[in-house]
């Protein structure tokens, strides 16, 4: 067959496609895409390929060489196009862009999926219930729920995954060699560019700006994941229920509740976790660590969050609102069990004697009337009670601790009830009437 058609000088055209190029040579690899034809086989696993320089790059897999290297972090690469890419994470060139949202993206594949968010195209579908999904990964993970195929192994103690994520989660949790160190705490990693992003823990760099609110963030992912708090935007759905999410590992944590996977599980008690930060959390209750500290009192928290929503007891901050009184209030799942006062709605049932609570710890708590259960004992006296709260407030009568003062005269008192009726004393406020 003669391929040979002069369009113009040395132009040779393919009579399948209509294709043209100006080397005979690659008219005829061209070719090989209609043919199948792989003449390049690599000598180790027998992949075969089109291309001798798509072999060569496939060779690397098994040689472990990384021949292209990034000028900025030195991070390594088999192939060119893929440093390339990693590029613009420093430029922060992103040359595809959405025509309907304006979005941008640094790999023209990536805006191929976004498109999908727009036109609803999912073109890959499960075989087996008729699913459809909009990039072939979640397909393939779908499909391992009607299989029960756990591909992804671990080489040291053989468990098995379902998907490479989780597996890459569990590998944490064996020890590894982490060559990079912070050298303000000592902290180590395994890559010298996640060494660099903590340190900024320490310098207070944040150098990722949203252009709308003006928060910054020290990692480019936290930037990203932000904006979807302006745009609403949630690309990563659960295949089971639906349901979606703004940061896919909200949405994979999401999914172990279908599961009931809890791969992170405690040494002297246990207790099990979906994640390895729920573990580290749950350690110090048998360690007694409390590594974060107000610096106003020095009250001292197993958990930042603890600490942080602590410190609005001093500053009076309460960011959360309701919507219909304008209450506000420290913490989010306060104002959500508030706004329940307004719609009647008590979602949390007993099931002794059905009476139903705005929130789930007022119902656990109910329940010990039924069950007479006392988990919080005095290590004093031994005295057990329902609550907390009124466990610490009987310790004082042993301790003779009062945690709250009166700021005009410095009388002190053990509940903040009874500095709360002191405090009328100054004002002269008489609220009970004959």
């Known amino acids: ?244 999410f703004t940061q896919r590992i909200n949405m994979l944590q999401h999914v172990q509740t279908h599961t009931g996977e809890k791969p992170y599980s405690c040494e002297v008690c246990g207790s099990s976790f979906i994640r390895k930060p729920g573990l580290v959390v749950h350690m110090r209750t048998h360690t007694g660590e409390k590594p974060y500290s107000c610096e106003v009192c020095g009250s001292s928290f197993t958990q930042k969050s603890h600490m942080l929503q602590h410190m609005r007891t001093h500053t009076g901050e309460k960011p959360y609102s309701c919507e219909v009184c304008g209450s506000s209030f420290t913490q989010k799942h306060h104002m959500v069990q508030h706004v329940r006062t307004h719609t009647g709605n008590k979602p949390y049932s007993c099931e002794v004697c059905s009476t139903s609570f705005t929130d789930k710890q007022t119902m656990v708590i109910h329940m010990r009337t039924h069950t007479g259960e006392k988990p919080y004992s005095c290590e004093i006296c031994g005295s057990s009670f329902t609550k907390k709260i009124n466990m610490l407030r009987h310790v004082r009568t042993h301790t003779g601790e009062k945690p709250y003062s009166c700021e005009i005269c410095g009388t002190s008192f053990t509940k903040k009830t009874y500095l709360l009726r002191h405090v009328q004393t100054h004002t002269e406020k008489k609220p009970y009437s004959c």
């Not at 000088?9 to 690899?29: D, H, P, W």
């Not at 949790?173 to 395994?190: D, L, R």
Request: aromatic share 8%.
């Open 1 to 244: 067959m003669n391929t040979k058609s002069f369009i113009g000088e040395n132009s040779y055209s393919c009579k399948v496609c209509g294709s043209s190029f100006t080397r005979k040579q690659c008219l005829a690899i061209h070719m090989r895409t209609h043919t199948g034809e792989k003449p390049y086989s690599c000598e180790v696993c027998g992949s075969s390929f089109t291309h001798k320089e798509t072999m060569v790059n496939h060779m690397r897999i098994h040689t472990g060489e990384k021949p292209y290297s990034c000028e900025i972090c030195c991070s390594s690469f088999t192939h060119r196009q893929t440093m390339v890419q990693h590029m613009r994470t420093h430029t922060g060139e992103k040359p595809y862009s959405c025509e309907i949202c304006g979005y941008s993206f640094t790999r023209k594949p990536q805006l191929v999926i976004h498109m999908r968010t727009h036109t609803g195209e999912k073109p890959y579908s499960c075989e087996v219930c008729g699913s459809s999904f909009t990039e072939k990964r979640s397909m393939l993970r779908h499909m391992r729920t009607h299989t029960g195929n756990k591909q992804y192994s671990c080489e040291i103690c053989g468990s098995s995954f379902k998907n490479k994520n989780d597996l890459a989660i569990h590998m944490r949790t064996h020890p590894e060699e982490k060559p990079y160190s912070c050298e303000v705490c000592g902290s180590s990693f395994t890559r010298r560019n996640n060494m660099l992003q903590h340190m900024r823990i320490h310098t207070g760099e944040k150098p990722y700006s949203c252009e709308l609110c003006k928060s910054s963030f020290t990692r480019k992912p936290g930037l990203v994941s932000h904006m979807r708090t302006h745009t609403g935007e949630k690309p990563y759905s659960c295949e089971v229920c639906g349901s979606s």
